[in-house]
C-alpha cells in the first residue's frame, strides 16, 4: 500500500476514535486487579459497582483520570503519528504500551489507597495529585521511548511525516 493511502488511514483513525472510548475498555482492566490486589493485601474492599470499592467506610469513586484513560489515548496517538509503523507493529506497541500502563496504573492505585489509610488525606491528595500531573505524562513518555527502542523504531511521531510530506511537496 502506498504512503499516502497509509497516512490517510492512520488521520481517519485519529479522527474516528476519540478518547473517551478508551475508558469503558480499561475501566474493568483497572478497577477488578486494583480490587483484587488491595484484597490479597489484606484491606478487605468492597466492590460497590464497576467503578466504586469501599475501605473502611471510605469510598473509591474511579473517575476517568483515575483509569488513566488519557495516557492509552496518548500511546494510541503517538502510534498513529509515527511513519512506517506495520499493523503488527503498530499493535505490539499498543499491547506492550497498554500493558506497562496498566501495571503502573494499579501500583498507583495501590500506593495512593495505601496512603489514604495508613496516613491522611492531605497525603493522599500531595501524592496523588504529583502521581496525576506529574509523574503520568513522563512516564507514558518513558514507556514510548523503552518501545521504540525495543522494537527498533527509527521513526519520529508527527516529525518523520512531515519532514516526509515536505519533501514530496519540493
Known amino acids: 500500500m502506498k504512503y499516502e ?3 490517510i488511514i492512520r488521520v481517519i483513525l485519529l479522527l474516528a476514535i476519540p478518547y473517551f472510548v478508551f475508558y469503558p475498555i480499561f475501566t474493568p482492566l483497572t478497577i477488578y486487579p486494583s480490587y483484587l490486589i488491595l484484597k ?3 484491606f ?3 466492590l ?3 467503578t466504586k470499592i469501599l475501605l473502611s467506610n471510605i469510598t473509591l469513586n474511579f473517575i476517568p483520570a483515575c483509569i488513566a484513560a488519557s495516557a492509552y489515548y496518548l500511546l494510541y496517538l503517538l502510534i498513529l503519528l509515527t511513519k512506517d509503523l506495520t499493523l ?12 506497562l500502563i496498566l501495571i503502573m496504573n494499579i501500583f498507583r492505585i495501590y500506593t495512593v489507597v495505601f496512603i489514604l489509610l495508613n496516613y491522611s488525606k492531605n497525603y493522599f ?4 495529585l504529583t502521581f496525576w500531573t506529574i509523574f503520568s ?3 507514558v513518555a518513558l514507556v514510548w521511548v523503552f518501545l521504540t527502542k525495543k522494537l527498533k ?3 519520529i511521531p508527527f516529525y518523520s511525516d512531515a519532514k516526509y510530506l515536505y519533501k514530496k511537496l519540493k
Open 125 to 128: 491528595d500531595a501524592i496523588h
Open 48 to 50: 460497590l459497582s464497576s
Open 153 to 155: 523504531i527509527k521513526t
Open 40 to 42: 490479597l493485601a489484606g
Open 88 to 99: 503488527l507493529k503498530s499493535i505490539k506497541l499498543f499491547i506492550y504500551g497498554s500493558l
Open 44 to 46: 478487605n474492599p468492597i
Open 137 to 139: 505524562s513522563i512516564y
Open 5 to 7: 493511502h497509509k497516512l
